[in-house]
């Protein structure tokens, strides 16, 4: 999936339009976290085309905050300047003859967990007692940043807030000073170490981040 819009100069030809991250073990969702500015308009397709595949966007152009969206014909404009979480979904109707697809906008919340967090949890469904430490947006408004609590490999994740979706299938680390996601792959090996006390900065602009 392909999002493109005022966010990336609406190329024709689809050139500069991000494709979204697939959410593991969920076939037809997608995500991606996006900095726009208020009244940037949006579209999505599965192809990088306006005239192959299937352009979708909202039912209307009213500028819109955090909720959940069906798909329609119009650019999705977002009401407000800063970060978005915005997940596509399509999911096959009742009768299996049609695709139903919607846009979810959403306040992203980052976090680090298990070890680089404090520690990990006995073994679950879930593993709901993992230790969290929660990203801040930085004073710039542009950076997200946590603070390790432990020693180990690094993890993060995006919450995602759809029900039946865990944490590690919306996956990222910092590698090289970029944000590698681990969408529908495996463990992101080699893994990352990290020591604690380390700050983890992700930069959604550019896809980059650091560890300092």
Not at 84 to 100: E, F, G, H, P, R
Not at 112 to 117: N, P, Y
Not at 131 to 150: I, M, N
Not at 201 to 207: G, I, K, P, Q, V
């Amino acid at each position: 999936m392909f999002v493109n819009g005022d966010a990336w100069g609406w190329p024709q030809d689809w050139s500069t339009a991000p494709e979204m991250i697939p959410v593991h073990s969920h076939d037809g969702m997608f995500w991606g976290i996006y900095y726009l500015q208020a009244g940037n308009g949006m579209k999505f397709n599965n192809e990088k085309s306006w005239s192959t595949g299937d352009n979708f966007g909202a039912e209307n152009e009213d500028p819109k905050g955090y909720g959940e969206y069906p798909a329609g014909g119009s650019n999705l404009k977002v009401a407000d300047t800063g970060y978005y979480l915005v997940i596509v979904s399509c999911t096959l109707s009742a009768d299996k003859k049609s695709v139903n697809r919607k846009v979810i906008l959403a306040e992203p919340k980052l976090f680090l967990r298990g070890a680089c967090a404090g520690g990990w949890a006995d073994a679950g469904a879930g593993r709901p007692n993992d230790l969290e430490v929660a990203f801040a947006l930085a004073a710039d408004g542009a950076t997200y940043e946590a603070v390790t609590a432990g020693d180990g490999d690094l993890r993060i994740y995006v919450a995602t807030g759809v029900q039946g979706v865990d944490w590690w299938q919306s996956e990222l680390v910092v590698r090289d000073d970029k944000i590698e996601y681990r969408g529908k792959g495996g463990d992101q090996e080699p893994r990352v170490p990290v020591t604690i006390g380390k700050t983890v900065s992700l930069d959604f602009r550019t896809n980059t981040g650091s560890i300092q």
